[in-house]
């Protein structure tokens, strides 16, 4: 289940690939950062639509120029405490002006949603087992915001 | 033992309007909200919805923790600054949810060790009442922003320091990319020529300084601490033009989130990143950062600033004559007012006004601790000598920051009462001390009985005052909570094979002759570590060249082989 910065539930219509022996390419396919960095020419001949996911110990800056052949970047959460993937998100949007959908996956926890979200994440893959409607709520909790976002930079926000 | 009986104080006077920080409806909704989470938080908690895993952090960074005995409640002293409503509130909530006291931290917090879990959401609603909060009290995330407790009327300070720690609060508060960083942050900010927050000792301290030009700017430092690696916060920029201030911060923190290890906690402070990867690169990094956002719209707009920095506003003083002479009788006749008036008071910026601080470490007291009577009655005399305002240190002490002369005898008599009075500000006695074994999850050995014991063998204010200005901190674990490094003597309790064994470092400094101390042998029993106290005191008065020479001086100056050889029989 995805979760929006709208607040609002879809259901996955990806698939994070962690294996790539013998791998047949499908736009529906979520590649791993090597995996892509390893096979960028014939990736892009086959896929219109390309999606890659990153570790919290990758370097995003190693995309800057392909990233206007990339449709979805998936940030992994390891475990929910590595908080890199907030700054990832925001490296993204506001250095890099990345255009497509930056999606948070792994085992992050509803608590971190809006966090997420200001942080420039367009969707959240809701870990398995999970009740959504926590994460629903959760994902409007607060209405108003000390910091400018990077999302909007003084939207809700005091200054 | 310490509840005391206080008759009641006639005439009491109203609160007055104190000038600091003021929420606004904006504020007040945030925290209305936050509280709401942290409800929704513990009943998913309760129901076994959330793991205590991953409640841990979502806890933590509302000021709850999970102690030996019970859970803690530390909440926020935003720069050490309360009003005296928010005292007694402080005194209600020690009456209502805790055994009726509370503890007054290093980092100017107060923590309760008793609170129930469910209360807690109840607790910070009476907090939210005086404007107050637990918010990111823990965790791996950005502090309570420290300062100068005498910040904005001490008479060596260049400038109030306290808007820029608020605008360093709000920035800070629920920051969403650094909520959940390597491990904890801490800032302070100082603007007086003496540093009494200890901000070279944390991950980044603003010494405010004023450049060629005459304008008021920031000198930045980065990475100090203690904990088991304490280490001296490294220069990285000599001056920052304030305009700056929260896109250099994002700048540091975001180098910081990226580049500090995750794989072992103890090497995850910035501390370990500055020094694995070198001052020189780090301050690379995070200038190469801060060019790219610093006129990207991260900074303070001007209005805003201007908004914060009119709650600031210092309070009028009184013009008037203060009767000299008999301030003077009143020294001469009263065993113990001489040394309060020596030790516990510090010039204030107005004429006829004093700075005077709350010793609580009283004679067999256990530092920082204070009764509910105690709060209620600081209040109390806050509203009838102090403007209604009070501060709270980081060596654990409470400060009246706008005494006037005349009223100081009174002031003195009625802490007297209340067992407040204590003389012994910056000497010996005046011990900061960890909660220790009989409190804390982490410890290995006791604390607050040693500082006991120490306070009742240096019990008199005559050689106290003879040893002078001298630092005497306790922890008892190696996490260092109570700052041992950095102490003149220094006292590490450690855990040595099932006995508690207590390890002695001399010459540390927590101030702008900032230094980590040095162990001096091997560690001494309970029973013996008094006694080594005592030889060290001693060694010192036997060797100094005169009064002014203080315990660092002299040590400094004859090094550790006199202690050694009078602690260890070596010659």
Known sequence: MLLNDQGALAENQNIIITNTDSLTLHEDQILPFDYWLDQKEPIKQNLKSISIWLNSDDDIDALANDLSSISLIALNFPKFGDGRAFTMAHLLQEKYGFKGEIRAIGHPIADQAQFLFRCGVDSIDIPEGQDPNIWVKEATRMSRFYQRSVENIAANSKY | ?571
């Open chain 2, 1 to 571: 033992m310490y509840k005391e009986n206080f008759s009641p104080l006639a005439p009491a006077s109203a609160p007055q309007d104190v000038k600091m920080y003021k929420y606004d409806q904006f504020d007040d909704e945030f925290i209305t909200q936050r509280i709401e989470q942290l409800r929704s938080q513990i009943s998913r908690r309760l129901a076994g919805e959330l793991t205590e895993d991953e409640f841990k952090p979502l806890r933590l960074q509302n000021g709850v923790y999970l102690q030996l005995h019970a859970y803690m409640l530390r909440l926020a002293i935003p720069y050490g600054q309360l009003n005296s409503t928010q005292m007694r509130t402080l005194a209600h909530i020690a009456r209502k949810y805790d055994k009726g006291f509370g503890h007054f931290t290093t980092r100017q917090n107060i923590q309760y060790n008793w609170p129930a879990l469910s209360d807690i959401p109840e607790i910070l609603e009476d907090l939210q009442k005086v404007e107050m909060h637990a918010i990111q009290t823990s965790g791996n995330c950005i502090r309570n922003t420290t300062s100068d407790p005498f910040a904005g009327v001490a008479a060596d300070e260049l400038t109030d320091p306290r808007p820029w720690c608020e605008i360093i609060r709000q920035w800070s508060t629920l920051h969403p990319e650094f909520a959940f960083l390597p491990r904890k942050f801490k800032i302070a900010v100082n603007a007086a020529e003496d540093d009494r927050a200890a901000i070279l000792y944390h991950d980044v301290a603003l010494q405010i300084v004023k450049n060629d030009a005459g304008e008021i700017g920031f000198k930045v430092y980065v990475g100090g601490g203690q904990g088991r690696t304490p280490v001296i916060a490294k220069l990285v920029r000599e001056f920052l033009e304030p305009q700056y201030l929260l896109s250099y911060l994002d700048a540091i923190l975001r180098t910081y989130n990226m580049i500090g290890r995750r794989d072992n906690m103890y090497k995850a402070r910035i501390k370990i990143t500055v020094n694995e990867t070198g001052v020189k690169e780090f301050t690379r990094l995070v200038e190469l950062e801060w060019q790219r956002i610093k006129d990207t719209g991260f900074n303070l707009p001007d209005d805003q600033k201007q908004t914060i920095f009119e709650h600031f506003i210092l309070p009028k003083f009184e013009s008037y004559q203060y009767d000299d002479a008999k301030f003077e009788t009143n020294i001469a006749d009263n065993n113990g007012f001489d040394y309060f008036v020596k030790n516990n008071t510090f010039g204030h910026k107005a004429d006829g006004y004093t700075i005077v601080s709350i010793s609580l470490k009283p004679h067999g007291g256990i530092p920082g601790d204070i009764s509910a009577d105690q709060m209620d009655l600081v209040a109390q005399l806050a509203d009838d000598y102090s403007l209604s305002e009070i501060r709270a240190t980081h060596r654990q002490n409470l400060v009246l920051p706008h005494v006037k002369l005349d009223d100081l005898f009174t002031l003195w008599q009625k802490l007297s009462k209340a067992n407040l009075a204590a003389g012994n500000i910056g000497l010996l006695t005046d011990i900061i001390a960890c909660p220790g074994l009989d409190y804390c999850a982490l410890a290995n050995a006791r604390s607050i009985p040693i500082a006991q014991m120490i306070a009742e063998h240096f019990d008199d204010l005559k050689k106290l005052n003879d040893l002078g200005d001298i630092t005497l901190n306790i922890s008892g674990c190696i996490n260092a909570c109570a700052h041992h490094h950095v102490a003149n003597i220094g006292i590490l309790g450690v855990d040595k094979k099932g006995e508690e064994s207590y390890q002695v470092t001399l010459g540390g400094s927590s101030r702008k002759d900032a230094d980590i101390g040095n162990i001096i042998g091997r560690g001494f029993s309970g029973d013996e570590i008094v006694g080594a106290i005592d030889t060290i005191t001693k060694v010192y008065l036997a060797g100094r060249k005169n009064q002014a020479e203080n315990f660092l001086a002299y040590y400094r100056r004859a090094g550790q082989t006199p202690f050694k050889e009078a602690l260890y029989n070596v010659t």
